[in-house]
């Protein structure tokens, strides 16, 4: 996630009754990334949710409500059966990663002690910083959903110190109403973050009524927010072999701004940009004609690439063009940006790691 925004169809920790209504108002609006709880609507009703937000080629996310273990293994067990792509909050990781760890389903719990209806952060934030590394280890937990703004304490700090502490995603929850708490959560390295009730009630400046032109709102704020990030973006390299030397060409261009993102390659144009640039950070997956293709493809499936960069060569046959047409189908279809050429690398590069300074 390159600091997305996460729409949620729920107000006072309940989907709200009119979700499929307000999701084709969003949908309009142009998010991409809506969640709900496994209350307020009858289990068959929240399935139609959750296929509609994929059918539209969105991502689906199911938040966890209640505090005590039967219903957070209940929320989590919805989860599977809704099947939703991500999972978020609860407690109890090691008891859920039993139930969704055969699944596709995404887990981000919380760190830190909650409390209350609506939910509260407490502890001091050494205690929130080590529960969240040590969540961080499980195998079945994808990222963290930190419950920032009810943290009663220095929430920049703590949500730095999060991020900073675990090399999986942050996503940021609880009471984001405002541009200046959007861009909190970017400076602090935040993968994502939700708002819900500040949506629906109208509290972003907008330059249309309705709810499509809160959600127009936000998604603006999140692209300005998104560009002082200091978060790093996965970025997957790979190049024909006569485009290798194109592909070498443009690394070494943008070498200064790729400098701290994180790239995966397959395993020959890994090698040959690891030669060049020691400096950068590159995970080298199998060669293409030894699945490191399908490797990527797993990689795009899972939300764990913010964007491709495949340097094609339509001049000549290739025996990885149905390599190549799978990756294109797959970005298509998890919303995945994907440049074919040089042009087009160089206006996602612009887009994704361009960087600028608050103020």
């Known amino acids: 996630m390159a600091f997305d925004f996460i729409l949620m169809l729920t107000a006072n920790d309940r989907t709200i009754p009119d979700a499929r209504a307000r999701l084709d108002e969003a949908l309009e609006g142009g998010v ?17 949710l959750a296929a509609a937000i994929r059918s539209a080629g969105g991502r689906s996310y199911l938040e966890v409500v209640s505090l005590d273990a039967d219903s957070e293994m209940a929320s989590a067990r919805a989860a599977v059966e809704i099947d939703v792509d991500c999972l978020l909050g609860g407690t109890r990781a090691k008891e859920v990663t039993e139930i969704t760890r ?19 952060l407490e502890g001091p934030a050494s205690d929130i910083v080590a529960s969240a590394r040590s969540l961080a280890d499980f195998e079945h937990v994808h990222g963290l959903d930190l419950l920032a703004y009810r943290f009663d304490g220095d929430v920049p700090g703590l949500m730095a110190q999060v991020c ?36 629906l009630a109208g509290a972003f400046p907008a330059e249309s009524a309705g709810f499509a032109g809160q959600v127009r709102s936000i998604l603006a704020i999140t ?10 973006r996965r ?8 485009r290798k030397a194109q592909l070498r060409a443009w690394v070494s261009r943008h070498q200064a701004a790729l400098e701290g993102h994180r790239l995966i390659c397959t395993g020959g144009t890994g090698r040959m940009l690891a030669e060049q640039h020691p400096g950068l950070s590159i995970r080298r997956l199998q060669r293409g004609d030894r699945g490191g293709d399908q490797q990527l493809g797993a990689l795009i499936a899972t939300g764990e690439l913010d964007a491709v960069i495949f340097f094609a060569d339509p001049t000549v046959p290739h025996g990885g063009d149905v390599d190549l047409q799978a990756l294109t189908r797959l970005a298509m279809l998890h919303d995945t940006p994907l440049a074919l050429s040089t042009s087009a690398a160089d206006m996602l590069a612009a887009a994704l790691l361009t960087r600028r300074r608050a103020g």
């Open 32 to 48: 991409r990334h809506i969640g709900f709880k496994d209350v307020g609507l009858p289990m068959s009703e929240l399935k139609a």
């Open 102 to 120: 055969h699944h596709p389903v995404r887990y981000y719990p919380f760190p830190g002690r909650i409390t209350g209806h609506p939910s509260v």
């Open 164 to 199: 900073a502490a675990v090399g999986k995603p942050v996503i940021m929850a609880g009471s984001i109403d405002s541009e200046a708490r959007v861009t909190t959560c970017a400076e602090a390295g935040a993968a994502g973050f939700t708002v819900g009730t500040a949506a």
């Open 223 to 232: 692209a300005r927010a998104r560009a002082l990030s200091p978060a790093p």
């Open 235 to 242: 970025l997957a390299l790979v190049a024909h072999d006569t």
